[in-house]
């Protein structure tokens, strides 16, 4: 499931060189697809992990000149993890205001009514995408490892360097949560 983004950055002439285009393409190039699986397992949406990987490449394109070469895949990946934290720190602010506005009577209910599948397809997925985003990290991990990416809990737990009971410990966690969570019916 594996989305390849083509991402064109738009540089003003005469404020790079060839050897930072180069110097950028291979770190590109080599830290892409990874740096995107990461930020997928901590969010869960495709979509947020997208952006997420275009802001941490454009980040680093704007701080190429202070970079340290023998820190870069630290670097991304820090990066990475601040641009996930900050969406969750957006995602409560948007939380509390929708929570608030709805005690309140200012934001209408939603009513429920027949809707084409194609709605309720895309419900479900939002619904789902909100759910995982909430799931405990290590849990979330190990259930897309295992069911989009059809990995054995062998191969999860060599992937993130822990145990198989640890891994069968996350997919329990996170099946219990998605039973729990899922409130959607059909």
């Known amino acids: 499931m594996t989305v390849l983004l083509k991402i064109k950055m738009t540089i003003e002439d005469g404020l790079h060189t060839a050897e930072d285009l180069r110097w950028f393409k291979e770190v590109f190039d080599t830290y892409y697809e990874s740096i995107r699986s990461y930020a ?66 200012e934001l209408p209910e939603i009513s429920e ?43 999860i737990a060599q992937r993130l360097g822990i145990s198989i009971k640890a891994v069968e410990k996350r997919m329990s966690i996170a099946l219990k949560f998605l039973r729990e969570k899922i409130t959607y019916r059909i």
């Open 40 to 105: 997928w397992y901590k969010t869960g949406s495709t979509d947020i992990a997208d952006d997420i990987v275009q802001d941490v490449f454009l980040k680093l394109w704007q701080i190429r000149h202070k970079i340290d070469p023998a820190t870069i895949k630290p670097l991304l990946y820090t990066i990475a993890t601040n641009l996930v934290k900050s969406h969750y720190r957006h995602l409560g602010v948007v939380y509390r205001f929708e929570k608030k506005n709805k005690e309140s009577g």
């Open 113 to 155: 009514g027949t809707a084409d599948e194609n709605v309720r397809a895309e419900e479900l997925q939002a619904e789902i995408e909100q759910v995982l985003a909430r799931m405990p990290e290590g849990a979330r991990e190990a259930l897309l490892m295992n069911r989009l990416e059809n990995l054995t809990y062998e191969e």
